[in-house]
């Protein structure tokens, strides 16, 4: 802390903002690019100065490089060596018999529904604050997605109301890590075991969490990560499936291989019989992942404690530097969350904010290329479940009165201290500007 949060005198709102931050105008170049509409896509630039701050950044270092040119120089671009130990190294962090490298975390949803036999007429219970992927999976599969609000601490499906959602046509509980916090997932998977119904961990925000000694992705049935870049670890695109069953394993490995049957790590056996490469068991997919795409997997594996730790930086600097502003509620950790994979860092704005304010809040930082992002709109309200389902709006009233007030904000490993603080002195005039128009 230690920080002025006005100056003396008071700032004037309507004041430049450049101003209002001791910048020099260099900072406020109007003819910069500005941090688009599309600011969840992450922004290469690293220095501020010249190019805003991104919402999130890619970590590569030169290992990702050299990992890239070996592959690229054997001449083995898919199903090879490269896939093999990045799916070891994630099995091995999470502790878990089992990695199945896939092209997306949605897909790996995808396959996993599909082994565990969920389709039409079943429902799955998650979560309607999450990125859209996690309920599409079930959508994909024909059946019905139930949602559950959530718990306002820990912005994941609130437990009770799990257990008050199941019914004789429950086939799974598909839970979600929002923004990584792993809260409620051993309850989540207790709830399952005594209803026999498999638990789904969507663990694409919290790859390396550990709650009460155990490790995200490894709560449930199966897990899935996802190495989007903006995630703790990238592959550019690309996902993990993990899971302790081996008929699951099995079946997750010939469904990304266009429903070949597999033998051992996923190989394909030679001639023309049952388990060749032109032979297909089940109907299946390409979900694979590229050699090239593993070998920045198995590099950024090498480096997930670095890069975790980067990211808890980054999340100290942001709680230290926002604590002290009454309009903003900040993410908290549960005490049993040994480690903490911060995936993004979401602000909420305090009760009575409405989502015109929030709004103009992130349109504020975005006009001084602070890369912004509305993390995330309610499952339930999105154009495509209007028509599916057709909930109406006060469905689900905390996860709605959250989500019209949360912000993301710029978050990697490496962000600086003076990107931090820029970030933090730019709400922070935004949202007592809004805290005075609402009052004038
Ligand atoms: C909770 C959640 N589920 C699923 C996905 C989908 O992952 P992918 O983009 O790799 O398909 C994401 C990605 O952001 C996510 O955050």
Same mark, same amino acid.
């Given at each position: 802390?230690?920080?002025?949060? &006005? ?27 500005? +941090? ?19 919402? %999130? ?19 083995? =671009? ?34 996993? =529904? ?19 992927? %996690?309920?599409? *999976? ?15 601490? %820990? =912005? ?18 598909? *839970? #979600? ?14 709830? !399952? !075991? &005594? ?10 925000? /919290?790859? @390396?969490? #550990?709650?009460?000694?155990?490790? !995200? ?36 490995? %010939? ?6 049957? +597999?033998?051992?790590? @996923?190989? #394909? /056996?030679?001639?023309?019989? !049952? ?8 109907? @299946? ?24 730790? @980067? ?32 995936? +993004?860092? #979401? ?15 992130? /349109? ?43 912000? *993301? ?21 935004? +949202? ?9």
């Amino acid at each position: 802390m230690g920080y002025p949060k &006005k100056e003396a005198a008071g700032p004037d709102p309507q004041a430049p903002l450049f101003l209002l931050l001791g910048y020099s105008q260099s900072f406020y170049l109007p003819k910069r690019p500005r +941090v688009a509409d599309n600011a969840h896509m992450p922004n290469m630039s690293t220095n501020s100065a010249n190019h805003g701050i991104p919402l %999130s950044q890619p970590n590569i270092s030169k290992l990702e490089e050299e990992m890239v040119l070996e592959v690229l120089r054997s001449g083995r =671009l898919s199903i090879g060596p490269m896939q093999e130990r990045f799916e070891e190294l994630v099995a091995q962090r999470c502790g878990t018999t089992h990695a199945i490298a896939c092209s997306s975390g949605t897909s790996g949803l995808h396959m996993i =529904l599909i082994a565990l036999g969920i389709g039409p007429g079943d429902e799955v219970i998650t979560t309607p604050f999450s990125f859209i992927a %996690s309920s599409n *999976a079930i959508l994909y599969v024909g059946a019905t997605p139930v949602f559950v609000d959530i718990c306002p601490t %820990s =912005l994941n499906a609130h437990p009770g109301k799990i257990e008050q959602a199941i019914t004789p046509r429950t086939k799974a509980i598909l *839970a #979600v890590e929002a923004f990584g916090n792993p809260r409620h997932m051993d309850t989540y998977a207790k709830i !399952a !075991a &005594k209803n026999e119904i498999p638990l789904i961990e969507d663990s694409c925000e /919290a790859l @390396g969490t #550990v709650y009460r000694g155990q490790r !995200a992705g490894a709560f449930g049935r199966a897990g899935v990560f996802g190495f989007y870049p903006n995630k703790q670890i990238t592959t550019g695109e690309g996902g993990m499936i993990v899971t302790n069953d081996d008929r699951l394993a099995d079946t997750c490995r %010939s469904l990304r291989n266009q429903g070949r049957a +597999v033998t051992g790590k @996923g190989s #394909v /056996a030679a001639g023309s019989g !049952a388990g060749s490469w032109l032979h297909h068991d089940r109907l @299946g997919f390409n979900y694979r992942m590229s050699e090239i795409n593993a070998a920045i997997g198995v590099a950024q594996m090498m480096r997930l404690d670095e890069l975790i730790q @980067g990211r808890n930086d980054a999340a100290d600097l942001y709680i230290e530097r926002l604590l002290d502003i009454p309009e903003l509620i900040l993410p908290t950790v549960d005490d049993d969350c040994t480690i903490m994979s911060w995936f +993004v860092f #979401v602000v909420r704005l305090a009760a009575g904010y409405t989502r015109e304010e929030r709004d103009r809040v992130i /349109a504020g930082l975005r006009i001084h290329d602070i890369g912004a992002g509305d993390y995330f709109p309610c499952i339930h309200l999105q154009p495509i479940y209007q028509r599916a389902l057709g909930l109406p709006e006060g469905s689900f009233p905390i996860a709605e009165s959250v989500s019209q007030r949360t912000l *993301a904000l710029p978050f990697y490993a490496g962000i600086t201290k003076q990107d931090v603080d820029i970030v933090a002195q730019t709400l922070e005039l935004m +949202v007592s500007r809004e805290n005075l128009s609402r009052r004038n």
